[in-house]
């Protein structure tokens, strides 16, 4: 099971490749990277939750956010109950940067980008994807 670090390493590594070096949006950067991880996205709620927040907290560093990652993330932060098998400093971490999101989101000093329908009914089927399906 991935750690809260690997997560986070994994979405930072994926900004800096698409969005620096490709010039992706921040809503591309971050489909393109939960297409590439998504059997350590459905790992379970704990690896979804981090996903969206490293997602969220690497957008909002550019002054955006995708809206499907605030979508997911309202819903995400309604459900913080995690798997038994996840570190407390995981938790901890996570928890952390939960509270940086929501001060973020408070300020309201960014940009919403839409996505369309086409790339959200992609990524609802990427969160349907199970390991054992492949």
Known sequence: M?????IKDSVEFGFEEYVENNNYTAAQASARILEEDWWLLNEGVFS???FFICLALKSLENNVIPDF???KLNIFLNELVFEDYIKAEDVEQLQNDIILYKERMEKRDFKILETDETWKGRLEYIFSLKR???
């Not at 991935?2 to 690997?6: A, G, L, R, V």
């Open 2 to 6: 991935s750690t809260y670090e690997e």
């Open 48 to 50: 979804k939750t981090t």
């Open 69 to 71: 990652v605030v979508l």
């Open 132 to 134: 054992e399906d492949f």
